[in-house]
C-alpha cells in the first residue's frame, strides 16, 4: 500500500525538476558510501530529478581559517572548490552528504566540508538557505546501525542549525572491504526506498 501511494504522489507532483546534489565523503571513489549514494540519486532520476555528484577527497579546498568575515559578505574568503560545492547547495533542492564513519564520526574531508559551510549563516546565526533538504547517508564497519545513533543525532542538529531541512540520516553496516555493499541487495533496496522517500518529504 504504501509503495503505491508513495509511487502515485511521486509521479503526479512537481517533483520533477527536483535538483540533487551527491557529495561523497568517502575516500574510497568506489567504496560502499559512494555506492550507495550513486544507488540513491539513479532512483530519484527515475522520477525526474536532476542530480550531480562530487567526490569530496578529489577536491582540493583548506580547512575554515576562522575569520568569520563570510557571515557578513556570504562568501567565502578562500578561493578553492569548496565554493563550487557552496554554490551547488544553495542551488540545490536535496543534498545527499555521504560518509563512512570513520572513528565514531564523519570522515575528515566530510567534517572538513561541513566547517565550510559557515557562509551559508549570516552575522546573526540566521541562515541563508531556503529549504533545502540535507540528508546523511553513513556507512560503517559495525553491523549495530544505532551504535553510533548519539552522534548522528548530534550532527542532524548541527545541520538543522545551518538551516537545512534535515530528513532521518540512512544507516548502514557491517562494510570493510570496498565492494562489500554488492553483497547486501537489502540495504540496496532500503537506499532505493530511502530515495523515494526524499522525493516524497515535504518537510521534517
Ligand atoms: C580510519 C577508519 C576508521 C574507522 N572507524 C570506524 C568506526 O569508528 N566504526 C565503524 O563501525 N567503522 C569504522 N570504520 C569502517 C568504515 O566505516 C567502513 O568500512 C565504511 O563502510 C567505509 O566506507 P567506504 O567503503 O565508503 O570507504 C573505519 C574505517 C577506517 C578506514
Known sequence: ???VVSIYSITNNNYRNMKIIGINGSPRINGNSAQLLEIMLKQT???GASTKTYHLNKMNFKGCQGCSSCREKGNC??????????????EADV???????YMWQMSAQTKLFTDRLMPLLKSDYSSRLVGQKLLMLYTQGNTNCSQFSTYFEYTKNMFSFLGFRVLPPFVAGGFHHEND????????????QSAEAIMMADCI
Open 181 to 192: 555493499i554488492q553483497k547486501y541487495p537489502n540495504i540496496i533496496q532500503r537506499a532505493k
Open 95 to 101: 543534498v545527499i552528504l555521504s560518509s563512512p564513519v
Open 45 to 47: 532520476e527515475q522520477y
Open 77 to 90: 574568503v578562500l578561493k578553492d572548490d569548496m565554493n563550487v560545492l557552496l554554490k551547488e547547495v544553495k
Open 1 to 3: 500500500m504504501y509503495n
